[in-house]
């Protein structure tokens, strides 16, 4: 475990002997969790001024003394503004984006983190031992370390640490509740258990009886804490930025699995629109990381490389306009901090400004010369433009240095007026005014446009000034998302939703081991492209059994390199595998539950997709461990965190803003066309 450290100074350890589970620690006083804890207060005092504002609310209606509707009235007021107050502090938190940023980083445009959901405690003991003596006639009190073991995992999972632990900690109790919900939460009885959660932009709580509520906010929770880690990715190296993309990519896969499985959560920070916003904005921040990765080594100061990078960058601008649209709909607008959407405005303007600025160096410092490849320089200029000026041709720009010169002053007014509108915008928002280092890369940029006019501007010179044509949105590398194995894997398989056959025995021979069928997933192994004839379809082998066993090792964890090894390393003359088949099976609907939502009853019918499409995203699969009623364990993942990270400059070890950039044009390096940027 990491940025952790126990009572009295005693670091953990990590593994089942250390003090907190591995990925948890109560007591670290890094700034998230001040953070959160002040998240967590805020909360408290807001769903304490609803109660007292349902309280006036319903003692003015019951009430027809006019002396008492003018003391109410007078007290609504004081508890409106008290929650006025509150909801402004809160937004206040969320707009709190430097704590989750890398600490060394010192020039780089900050990047917005979710905040975990906030939840209640839950005593599993009494209604769970009850439930075990009713339908089990058993005795609770003989399971009761195993619930005792449940509920400390809960309890662990509100205070996950930001590293993939943590996630794993998220994954390892998620998993578990489907099998939870197998043995105690049957559609005829519910077990008295209330799930209270709070929604992380207003503060609001939601209780549900029923597990819906509880997965959909681990789920949240889980894509919450792989923004955090690739926030605070290190962003100046290659490694840093690879896992920043990968944790963003990941945060919009599981937000994504949250909304076409959950569709009628109460809380609205889960709602369809909210999450999709979300998901767009993780995208968004991920393909910021991949611009960011291309620019890392440097841009060659040659024409096809500068436009290329125009067009990536165009495509950031792009995303995150599409980001901007979607928060300043109603109601998005009303629960998203301020902060956010003015954040996404800023970014599509500058990096909308940069392609322009891309282009005008393209065009301004690089004529045609005899030694280009003049069709190549025409093909690339063609596709940067949806549409050329009225009667300009790519070729005719390129050979005639006036036109291409025309057109190149007008990329650089363009970036000009994009920068400062990214200036005036964030000047409007006092939240973005904390952000200092924000204020130095805009004025940066700004002024490298400034000089870039200045370079190309000629007193005795009159231009018919033309309108810079809009740059079309073009990547190499497409921020998509990706959903990581701790949401599927074998438990999404082997749990007591699916029904199976019994397991059959194959006898495979060396000389058709490696022939007559091929092997697909991760865990569980699928067989796949079986051919009727060969040796193993006599012995009963069928398309899409999943192996279960080689040998005598379970592998239903097992990914296909490693079943492949052990078939392949078997000495013997032959070897047994056995293979199970799925069988269809109905899931009944789950019945509605009691929501309470600010102390107000609703009814909400939590529909939950009980199945995915396994075969999406098959190559994100990963290994967890199967649960069962006697041991909640869930096997820990020995994979590591990918470390990716976005470029950033050190104001001590590297040039300040008020200098050219290394990692963009500058004035030094057009006298060679194979100089970096």
Not at 329 to 342: A, E, R
Not at 356 to 362: D, I, L, N
Not at 400 to 427: C, D, M, P, T, V
């Amino acid at each position: 475990m990491t940025d952790t450290l126990l009572p009295n100074g005693i670091k953990d350890g990590g593994g089942d002997s250390s003090y907190f589970r591995k990925g948890c620690n109560p007591f670290a006083q890094t700034g998230r969790s001040k953070l959160q804890n002040k998240r967590a207060g805020l909360n408290q005092q807001i769903i304490k001024e609803m109660r007292m504002r349902a309280g006036a609310e319903n003692l003015l209606k019951a009430s027809s003394n006019n002396k008492v509707k003018e003391m109410v009235m007078l007290e609504l007021s004081y508890v409106n503004a008290n929650l006025q107050l509150l909801t402004g502090q809160l937004e206040a938190l969320n707009s709190s984006v430097d704590v989750y940023q890398n600490t060394h980083e010192t020039a780089n445009i900050p990047l917005i983190a979710l905040g975990l959901k906030e939840t209640k405690e839950v005593d599993f003991s009494t209604p769970f031992k009850d439930f075990i003596l009713e339908h089990y006639s058993e005795d609770g009190n003989s399971y009761e370390d195993e619930i005792a073991d449940m509920m400390d995992l809960r309890q662990a999972c509100r205070t996950p640490s930001r590293n993939e632990e943590g996630v794993e900690l998220l994954a390892k109790y998620f998993s578990h509740l489907p099998l939870i919900e197998s043995r105690f939460f049957s559609p005829n009885h519910q077990p008295g258990i209330f799930f209270t959660w709070y929604d992380s932009f207003t503060g609001v709580p939601v209780c549900q009886q029923n597990l819906s509520l509880e997965k959909a906010s681990i789920l949240f929770n889980m894509a919450a804490l792989y923004s955090q880690v690739g926030t605070r990715s290190n962003r100046q190296t290659i490694g840093g930025l690879e896992e920043a993309i990968s944790s963003f990519q990941k945060a919009a896969g599981i937000l994504n699995h949250l909304k076409e499985t959950f569709t009628h959560t109460p809380s609205y920070d889960m709602s369809p629109a909210m999450v999709s916003m979300l998901i767009r904005m993780m995208l968004a921040q991920a393909q910021e990381c991949l611009f960011e990765k291309t620019a890392l080594p440097g841009i060659r100061n040659q024409f096809q490389s500068l436009m290329k990078v125009a067009q990536e960058a165009s495509k950031v601008s792009e995303t995150y306009d599409q980001v901007h649209q979607s928060m300043i709909q109603t109601p998005i607008k009303d629960n998203v901090p301020l902060f956010w959407s003015t954040m996404a405005q800023v970014k599509t303007n500058h990096y909308r400004s940069m392609a322009h600025y891309f282009v005008a160096s393209a065009l301004l410092d690089h004529q045609l010369s005899p030694n280009d490849d003049e069709d190549q320089q025409e093909k690339t200029l063609s596709q940067v433009y949806d549409c050329l000026p009225e009667g300009q041709s790519p070729l005719d720009i390129l050979k005639r240095r006036e036109e291409r010169s025309r057109l190149g002053k007008a990329h650089i007014r363009r970036a000009i007026l994009g920068h400062e509108e990214a200036l005036r915008i964030y000047s409007l928002c006092h939240h973005l005014n904390k952000l200092e280092i924000l204020e130095d890369i805009l004025k940066a940029s700004h002024q490298r446009s400034l000089n870039k006019s200045s370079e190309n501007e000629n007193e005795d010179e009159f231009t018919d000034y033309i309108e810079a044509p809009d740059i079309i949105p073009k990547t190499e590398h497409k921020a998509e998302m990706a959903v990581p194995a701790t949401t599927k894997g074998p438990l999404s398989f082997f749990n007591a939703k699916q029904r199976w056959t019994a397991p059959r025995i194959i006898t495979l021979r060396p000389e058709d081991r490696d022939h007559g069928f091929t092997l697909k997933g991760e865990s569980p192994v699928q067989v796949v492209s079986l051919d009727p004839l060969c040796p193993a379809a006599a012995e009963g082998l069928k398309e899409g059994d999943f192996i279960i066993t080689v040998g005598d090792t379970d592998c239903k964890w097992f990914t296909v390199s490693e079943v492949m090894r052990l078939l392949k390393d078997v000495d013997e003359e032959m070897i047994d595998i056995q293979v199970v088949s799925m069988m269809e099976s109905n899931p009944q609907m789950p019945t509605k539950s009691a929501t309470f939502c600010g102390n107000i009853p609703k009814t909400y019918s939590m529909i939950c997709l009980a199945y995915d499409d396994e075969d999406k995203n098959a190559k994100s699969r990963k290994v967890t461990k199967k649960s069962s009623f006697l041991s909640w364990g869930l096997k820990n993942k020995l994979k590591s965190a990918s470390t990716l990270s976005l470029p950033t400059s050190d104001h001590s070890n590297s040039q300040p803003w008020n200098k050219p950039c290394p990692t963009f044009p500058s004035s030094s390096s057009y006298n060679n066309d194979s100089s970096l940027y």
